[in-house]
């Protein structure tokens, strides 16, 4: 046989260069492996690579996978099935296979704890526990970490187990749950510094401070001041002036306390000249033979029986603040202070305004509502728009139609006065459509101001909208000045049924001033859904979502024109998640909104002075619930967040009105919000500053039915700016219980917050389709404290915050007999939220408001006179099938406790 020579040699040759390439090794295939640590004895864990190839491992160290794999192989390390009791994490596991053997898998079981000390006195030590023990002493400033490991998944909470010598020694972020890292973000503090700010101090002069009558402080000028003198938690503070300076005098607030966890900052000291002046004005419209008592900043009570000028017995010094309210109001009487609040300059203050008058106080004004006919019904109800009369209420006026066209609320012009927050806030003028019998739709106004004659309508614009077109939905309404009620105009859609569900139709704008043959004007805009922007009361921009461009514009007025983009690639309209509208200065602080862009749904702030948009959270798959509240400070909201097998997760979340970094103070566990066995879920109902509430609902659903015998509901608490995996029940209803209301309010104004709950507890027995219901009340102090006993037969309603009767206000029906859901046989009361007492409403021919059978009702407030307004619906009866749906009005004379209730014969009445 012949041998080719040629062929030998080139095998040989490959042979030397395969050699050659593989220095560390002869083999073509590597092994993958690593080390595991902090498994516990007894247990196992088994490793996967590449999702199989399956190891178990039952000590710490080496380990290595069974399969090797060739150069440029993948592979990746995960863990199969976790120890008993452990959790085990990898890293460095997954890679790609070079010319070794993989031996840097990691596989850890247990992270340490630890963190950082400060403010350790020299000389003394403190001794720090983990879970109760692992005992570590410390005796310097610095980080330190516990002895004792943990496994992924298992709780830590570090403590103060021996405080040193002299010191208190306070833990932050001490507690949680280990993940796959080391902690290290636990901080022991032992001594906070305390300060403030200095205001009005004059220039060239300087002021000594003392903090516990020692440790002075000389600061020369306004600002930041910090002694230097750090105090320990729980340690008290009070901040003196040793020294004043020359030609003023200074005053500290908010002084004194106790050193909690965190550094003082809040004391205030303030500067102003040494002279003294009055704080006085004009009282008017007194009756004789009644008087009227007047306070200034809360105390230097004056009694005025007559009027004329008037001055506290009080002088102040310049600089300092003055409110002057109305302490006692006159008989049958209610007075208005005007200009009452500011700052007092270098002379006497006379400008304060008292004005007094009967039936409601203040101006008086037409309320409108509107009526509709009950269908099928005889003799036929009533159409069209009346009105009747705010301050003779008690004469139970007529119905005075102006129209017996149907009619649609375009807006209303309301007149808001302010000096250091709103004095008047009172319907002026209204827009509405109006649709004659030949299907025709005009724009008229009718000015309320004033009840001594009939106002008139007047025709708004040319515009007609034929009976093949409709205005397709109440639109937007503003004014451009809110102390000039007539700059009211409204952006309205009219088009087709198609067009209107389609936001296809014309968008038009009509301002109140526009006469009857005023075109409207067309403007190129595709949404009624608009946020107007005000500062010191002028409309400085409009918001909207611009769908030609998918974006977020401002437009700079009511033109609609020169937009300019604050947040793009959106993929829907905006939602409104909050704002705030600050009553001293009349200007929008922000507004938060929740949009969806084309990668995640986020929360965005738009600043009212700048206006300019700051994202403030990527709420990644999650949405904003509704509704989000909010306090002096901040904004609370929750995330929601779907989950697998249709579940919902809820993390309640807080945010500076400012803006800033939100921080989740909750995350619920998962539930199923709707499904065939019912319903459930979390919903906020307000913070008093420091602690926010929430409620958490069940309503089961049995052979179809929701079963209210099975409802039960829960009352949390959390408080805020602290991170919690476990809210404090504040009150819990078992089955059978519901809570259909449940609000804040507190005894006297105080901003958004609110110190008192207010529960209505339903509570439901029998079977389908005979449920029985019965009501009881519950206020319960939201900081804690005893509660009052609940309140059979009787609800909580709350009643709308506009001035400052209505601040904070609360209604109460009492003695309910009804068992269907209503408030019938219940009298209706006002209630003094500061010692929980009620007045009952009284009404037409002198005796108690009582509810009619199968009733309810709902009061709110449309003016700073102390009218409210409402409706009464008998939507239980109709539930139950005793009776034709029927909606009645209601106005309520809030300074005498009269409710007059609107009804006609056959018609469906609701306030406008």
């Known amino acids: 046989m012949q041998v080719d020579r040629m062929k030998i040699f ?97 596989v850890a079981c247990k992270f340490t704890i630890g963190g950082t000390l400060s403010g350790l006195n020299s000389g003394t030590s403190v001794i720090l526990l983990n879970n109760g023990g ?107 002036v040793g020294t004043q300076p020359t030609g003023e005098s200074c005053t500290v607030t908010g002084g004194s306390g106790t050193v909690g966890t965190k550094n003082v ?8 000249s040494s002279q003294t002046f009055t704080i006085g004005g004009t009282l008017s419209g007194l009756s004789a033979g009644k008087s009227v008592t007047l306070l200034d900043n809360g105390g230097d009570s004056l009694k005025l029986t007559a009027n004329g ?76 728009l009346f009105l009747i009369p705010s301050d003779k209420l008690t004469s139970a ?39 004659d019998s030949t299907g025709k739709t005009r724009i008229f106004g009718l000015t309320l101001a004033g009840t001594s004659t009939v106002p008139t309508p007047t025709q708004i614009s040319n515009l007609v909208v034929p009976s093949t077109q409709q205005i397709c939905a109440v639109g937007a309404s503003a004014e451009t000045d809110v102390t000039q009620p007539t700059t009211l105009f409204v952006v309205l859609e009219v088009g087709t049924s198609t067009q209107c569900t389609q936001q296809a139709g014309t968008f038009e704008v009509v301002h109140y001033t526009d006469s009857k043959t005023t075109a409207p004007v067309v403007v190129t805009i595709q949404t009624t859904n608009i946020n107007g922007i005000y500062q010191n009361g002028k409309l400085t921009g409009l918001l909207l979502y611009t769908g030609t461009t998918d974006s977020f514009d401002v437009y700079p007025d009511d033109t609609f024109t020169s937009p300019t983009e604050k947040i793009t690639s959106l993929v829907s309209a905006p939602s409104y998640v909050a704002g705030v509208l600050d009553p001293a200065t009349l200007s929008t602080s922000e507004l938060f909104f929740q949009v969806t862009t084309t990668t995640a749904n986020e929360l965005y702030r738009i600043d009212g002075a700048t206006q300019a948009a700051s994202l403030i959270q990527n709420l990644m798959t999650g949405t904003i619930g509704n509704p989000a509240v909010q306090d002096d400070s901040n904004l609370y909201y929750t995330v929601m967040t779907p989950g697998a097998s249709n579940t919902t997760t809820d993390t309640f979340t807080q945010v500076a009105l400012t803006g800033g970094t939100p921080k989740a103070l909750y995350t619920t566990p998962s539930f199923v919000a709707a499904s065939a066995s019912g319903t459930e879920g979390y919903q906020l109902i307000g913070s008093n500053d420091s602690v926010v509430a929430l409620e958490f609902g069940s309503n089961p659903i049995t052979g179809g039915i929701q079963d209210p015998t099975k409802s039960t509901a829960t009352i949390y608490t959390l408080k805020a700016g602290t991170t919690t995996t476990t ?66 037969k009787s609800a909580y309603e709350p009643l709308a915050i506009i001035s400052t009767h209505l601040t904070d206000s609360v209604w ?48 709110f407030a449309i003016s700073s006179n102390n009218i409210a307004l409402g409706f009464f619906i008998n939507s239980p009866a109709v539930i139950q099938g005793t009776g034709t749906l029927q909606e009645n009005g209601a106005a309520a004379d809030l300074t005498i406790d009269f409710l007059y209730p609107v009804s006609l014969t056959n018609t469906y009445v609701l306030p406008y």
């Open 309 to 384: 000028a008037f001055t506290f017995h009080t002088p102040l010094p310049s600089g300092a603040a003055y409110n002057v309210t109305v302490g006692t109001q006159p008989s049958g009487e209610t007075c208005t202070v005007m200009n009452g609040s500011g700052t007092v300059g270098n002379s006497n203050v006379t400008n304060v305004g008292v004005a007094c008058s009967t039936g409601g106080g203040g101006s008086a004004y037409w309320i409108p509502y509107s009526a509709t006919p009950i269908p099928n019904v005889t003799p036929a109800g009533k159409n069209g």
């Open 812 to 859: 109460q029906v009492t003695g309910i007999t009804d068992t269907d859901g209503g408030f019938g046989g219940g009298t209706a009361n006002l209630v003094n939220v500061s010692n929980l007492t009620d007045t009952p409403f009284t009404t037409t021919g002198g005796g108690d408001y009582v509810f009619a059978t199968g009733f309810t009702g709902g009061l």
């Open 265 to 272: 900052t809040t004391v205030k000291v303030a500067c102003a």
């Open 727 to 792: 809210p404090t029940t504040l009150a819990n209803y078992t089955a059978g219980n519901q809570l259909p209301e449940v609000f804040l309010a507190a005894p006297s104004g105080s901003g958004y917050s609110a110190s008192i709950l207010f529960a209505t507890v339903q509570n439901a027995t029998g079977t389908f389709p005979t449920f029985k219901y019965g009501f009881s009340a519950v206020s319960i102090p939201l900081n804690g404290g005893t509660p009052p006993a609940p309140i059979a």
């Open 10 to 106: 080139a095998a040989v040759f490959s042979l030397l260069v395969a050699i050659a390439s593989a220095p560390y090794s002869h083999a073509t295939n590597f092994t993958i492996g690593g080390k595991v640590s902090g498994l516990n004895s007894g247990t196992s864990v088994t490793l996967l690579d590449n999702g199989g190839d399956a190891l178990k491992v039952t000590a710490n160290g080496s380990f290595t996978f069974a399969t090797a794999l060739p150069t440029g192989a993948t592979y990746s390390v995960t863990v199969g099935t976790q120890p008993t009791g452990e959790t085990c994490a990898v890293t460095a596991g997954s890679g790609t296979v070079g010319t070794r053997n993989v031996t840097t898998v990691k």
């Open 397 to 435: 006026p007529a119905p005075t139609f102006v129209t017996t066209d149907t009619t649609q609320l375009l807006g209303i012009g309301t007149q808001i006065t302010s000096n250091g927050g709103v004095v008047t806030y009172s319907p002026q003028v209204i827009m509405y459509a109006d649709t």
């Open 134 to 240: 692992d005992a570590l002493t410390m005796s310097a400033d610095g980080k330190f970490t516990f002895k004792t490991a943990l496994v992924t998944g298992a709780t830590y909470k570090v403590t103060v187990g021996t405080q040193p010598t002299g010191e208190t020694c306070t833990v932050t972020g001490g507690s949680g749950t280990v993940g796959t890292k080391n902690v290290t973000t636990v901080k022991v503090a032992c001594k906070y510094t305390i300060g403030g700010t200095v205001s009005g101090l004059n220039t060239g002069t300087s002021v000594t401070l003392l903090d516990n009558g020692g440790d002075a402080l000389t600061v020369t000028a306004n600002g930041k001041f910090t002694f230097k003198t750090a105090l320990v938690t729980g340690a008290a503070y009070s901040v003196t």
